[in-house]
């Protein structure tokens, strides 16, 4: 179905790259050379045989303060900065840790790893941009989950990277975040299972893997100076639940604090955070890093817990010193941090197994990308069966919208992967990316749509001229509307409404023409005054390095859409918990002078999280406010059924029952399990306690068994600091959508 041309651009496209590898290669080579002549010096730490943590004992009886200093903080930001001496032997990625060179022990070279490596343009390298991580979300698929961070972890390694800076899991509290793209969605469970998913894929290719930002980093705006407020059991059943399931089954080598304060104490300096929850009580082995900048004291951070102050040393190098050297730290507080930071390095092998600069598969990575975004696809609306197109039957199709012709959106800030070529919308040539711009990845859906109709007269408007837009889809047999929100680290979205003229471009074009199609580049939810007009809607997220062939095989039924919402749409921002976000008193988003030396305390403000874990759609459900679109909503070309549930109890309380595909097509149906609490605990309506993504050929039945962790079926109890099971009736909820679960059952619970 691919028309001649395009296959045309597509080889010149990879012949450019395959360029690119060659000349890559010549470079490894003399890397590579010359890391294999340097032996490393003997030792008994470098027994393989010994466990990571008698390794790193060993290693830390031969070390100077000096070197155990060294290691419990960064070299600056080497993307950023001159060659230094320190930074000489860096990948000049966002951070660097020196090790120990006379022992023989590699420095920790961190890149930024959201959706994809960031920088590679700035060091002449290629990665694959994956779909955001919230469209991964959006499939439900804790294996996509896994070949996203195996993906990742491989890149990184490949470019000479042994460290990845991704794992965002705040959840979707605030969904005007402007990092929403980069996290996986408002729900704990589903968010905490596909993170742990995400990192043990990363991690299998021998990088160290990391969970970020710990914790309740959800907005931008202040996010150094915000003071969120927040109950023990609320935080505990919502955000930390997410980590707490991302780290104990995960098991992240890393875990990086966030900017923000929690209950009063910078994260980076927060006992209850750092040491009695993740160290104490979930019994993380690894070490902690700040965010960047995010480290605001020397006795108070290493004290609770605190291991490496990033990408600044002004807290954990000569005051770290000093504080030793006048016994104000305890020597064994110093060992404890080193030993973690050592025993991280040995047991994900950057030790045994140094990173060797090598080279990528891009031919894997748009793949991997294009099956993700397939997956992630949310089809939201569909009368008419508007959608699929029929590509051999259509005459002529409108494609509109901003930059349609060239290119997709992708997200910014750290998470920002640089496209091949540069930036669609820019001229070519001009290169890597620029903090806070727009970039636009070479994926163009006008492209896609000629591929896939290739009898058709596809013609383009980019809807600046709405009068020219709505000319178009008149004389079109179906207008595609493209619309898209872009989101950055570093700000938060002014409103969940599409920007500029869009809205009224929408609406526009699909009263002139009734087969219209709006196709979404969003992070976070939108709203829709115009969700009546169209025929059909599709939320293609951040799609990625080949994002425009998942979006045509959508469109064109190539492939089945099967992704469900991770976050809810809401009618209205007047429906969210706050009307508004709360903003900074200076205005400024980082309020960066009160990250380095603390002077600027009395900017403080405070962000009262009175919900408390009534989070997206448990908000919307106890406080009985209709929504546009439920979480875990999403439909099919074909349709599904469901029957016969039965629910056995004992250790694991197991959801048996039927799914069928009653339709035509083939598909993949997501099978979603709620629990209601029993009655007078104070929880929402209902939880999400498990899930099955399932394939079903047209036609076919399957019996599914989810097996329910008792954990999701709990509470957190603050009298006793602990998860507790509620004696009581609970109701178990089952089907394809958070608004639509036909088989319930109630189940007494000792
Ligand atoms: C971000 C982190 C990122 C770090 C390094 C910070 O501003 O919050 O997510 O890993 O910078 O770039």
Known sequence: MVAPWIVVERKLGMNWLRGMIAGASLVCVGMTLSAQTAKPPAGPWRNTSLSPDERAD?????????????????????????????????????????????????????????????SSGANGRYSTALPANVAAAASWNPDAAYEYGALIGRELRAQGYNMSLGGGVDLTREPRNGRTFEYLGEDPVLAGTLVAHLIEGTQSAHVIGDIKHYAFNDQESGRTTVNVHIGERAARESDLLAFEIGVTQGHPAAVMCSYNLFNGDYACENKYLLNDLLKKEWKFPGFVVSDWGGTHSTGKASAAGLDNEEHT???????????????????????????????????????????????VDPFAGFETARKIEESGIVLLKNERATLPLDGAKLRSVAVIGAHADVGMISGGGSAQVDPIGGNAIKPAGEGATHWM??????????????????????????????????????????????AYEWESEGKDLDSLALHGNQNALIAAVAAANPRTVVVLETGSPVTMPWVAAPAAIL??????????????????????????????????????????????????????????????????????????????????????????????????????????????????????????????????????????????????????????????????????????????????????????????????????????LPLEKIVALP
């Open 437 to 482: 711009d727009q970039i636009w990845f070479p994926t163009s859906p006008l492209k896609a749509i000629v591929a896939r109709a290739p009898q058709a007269r596809v013609a383009y408007e980019s809807g600046e001229n709405i009068d020219a837009a709505v000319k178009l889809a008149k004389s079109s047999d179906v207008a595609v509307v493209f």
């Open 539 to 740: 939320e293609a997220w951040y799609a990625g390095s080949d994002g425009a062939s998942a979006v045509g095989n959508v469109l064109f039924g190539v492939v089945n859409p099967s992704g469900k919402l991770p976050n809810t749409f809401p009618l209205s921002e007047a429906d969210l918990p706050h009307p508004t976000v709360a903003q900074p008193l200076s205005g400024d988003f980082d309020s960066t002078a009160a990250a380095s030396d603390g002077s600027l305390k009395k900017q403080i403000f405070d962000v009262h999280y009175d919900e408390g874990f009534l989070v997206g759609y448990k908000w919307y459900d106890a406080k009985q406010k209709p929504v546009l679109f439920p979480f875990g909503y999403g439909l099919s070309y074909t349709t599904y059924a469901y029957s016969n549930l039965s629910v056995e109890t004992g250790a694991m309380v197991k959801a048996t029952f039927t799914v069928a595909n009653t339709g035509a097509r083939d598909g993949a149906e997501i099978a979603e399990v709620y629990a209601a609490l029993p009655a007078g605990l104070g929880e929402p309506p209902k939880r999400l306690v498990g899930w099955s993504r399932v394939w079903l050929k047209a036609g076919e039945k399957k019996t599914v068994t989810v097996a329910i962790d008792p954990k999701y079926l709990s509470i957190f109890d603050e009298q006793a600091h602990a998860w507790k099971l509620a004696p009581g009736a609970y109701t178990l909820r089952v089907g394809g959508s958070s608004d639509k």
């Open 58 to 118: 060993l290693l830390i009886q031969a070390m100077t303060l000096d070197e155990k200093i060294a290691l419990l903080h960064g070299v600056g930001m080497p993307t950023d900065e001159p060659v230094t001496t320190e930074n000489a032997a860096s990948n000049r990625g966002v951070g660097y840790v020196v090790g120990v060179p006379r022992l023989g022990i590699p420095g920790i070279d961190m890149g930024d790893a959201a959706y994809g490596v960031r």
């Open 313 to 359: 040393r002004v807290f954990f190098e000569a005051k770290y010193k000093a504080a030793v050297e006048a016994g104000t730290i305890p020597a064994a507080e110093l060992d404890e941090h080193v030993h973690r930071i050592l025993r991280t390095m040995f047991a994900a092998g950057i030790v045994d197994d140094p990173r060797q600069r090598s080279v």
